[in-house]
């Protein structure tokens, strides 16, 4: 079935820093989802991408869809504690939005202050 | 903002017992889902239902699981007999529609544990 690759596995950062992750794959997504996940919560969705080389942001993130289709990026400017936590890539196949998502293994963050 | 509930937060059950795990969506959702994701490991798809019925399931998603829409509100994941590798954080989602673009939302999810 489909893969997503992400990395880094964790990352420890200074507060203030900028943070970099991403993720690949050997096979084309249609779109690209970035989720948080805190302890004991379900993932919340940060950034949604649906056009190849599309480069969004939200805030002090920024997101973008490989133009192969087939990577992703999420970057983080000037850390701050609450940014703590797990954060997924997701990728669909599927041109509608019930198909499923496929989720890489996460890079856990972790922010000093 | 309108959340997805799931209830309960926690459930322990015995190896063999059935549960049920409870999702309220977003109202004016269509879509609904469920995940679980083992301690530790990546979240994975069960399955999706749409309009009363199942729309795609998981390799995971075997005859000892079963959904289930019972009223306008909830929306039931069921597993009947439990083993102990089902122990994992469950989590419903739903989305506002099949139009390309509608992104899913999570619920804080059901721990289970089979002992």
């Known amino acids: 079935g489909q893969q997503l690759n992400q990395s880094p596995q964790s990352m420890f950062i200074q507060e203030g820093e900028d943070v970099s992750m991403n993720c690949t794959s050997s096979?084309?997504?249609?779109?690209w989802l970035w989720y948080k996940q805190d302890p004991g919560e379900g993932p919340v969705l940060l950034i949604a991408?649906?056009?190849?080389?599309e480069l969004t942001s939200n805030g002090r993130l920024t997101a973008q869809f490989g133009i192969t289709r087939k990577d992703s990026f999420l970057n983080i400017s000037a850390s701050i504690p609450s940014d703590v936590g797990i954060y997924f890539c997701?990728?669909?196949?599927?041109?509608?939005?019930?198909?499923?998502?496929?989720f890489g293994e996460g890079t856990q963050l972790t922010v000093n202050p | 903002e309108p959340e997805v509930t799931q209830t309960p937060s926690h459930q322990v059950t015995q190896m063999g017992q059935e549960v049920i795990l409870r999702c309220v969506p977003i109202?004016?959702?269509?879509?609904f889902y469920w995940y679980r994701q083992i301690l530790g490991q990546k979240v994975e798809f069960l399955v999706s239902?749409?309009?009363?019925?199942?729309?795609?399931k998981s390799e995971i998603f075997d005859d000892q699981f079963s959904v289930e829409r019972p009223d306008g509100s909830n929306f039931t994941l069921k597993i009947r007999s439990t083993k102990l590798e089902d122990s994992a954080m469950y989590f419903c989602?739903?989305?506002?529609?099949?139009?390309?673009?509608?992104?899913?939302?999570f619920g804080n999810g059901t721990r289970l544990t089979v002992t």
């Open positions: 989602a739903s989305s506002e529609s099949v139009r390309f673009g509608s992104p899913l939302h």
């Open positions: 096979s084309i997504f249609n779109t």
């Open positions: 991408l649906y056009k190849a080389g």
């Open positions: 997701a990728g669909q196949v599927g041109e509608t939005s019930g198909s499923r998502l496929t």
């Open positions: 109202s004016n959702h269509l879509y």
């Open positions: 239902f749409y309009n009363n019925e199942i729309s795609e």
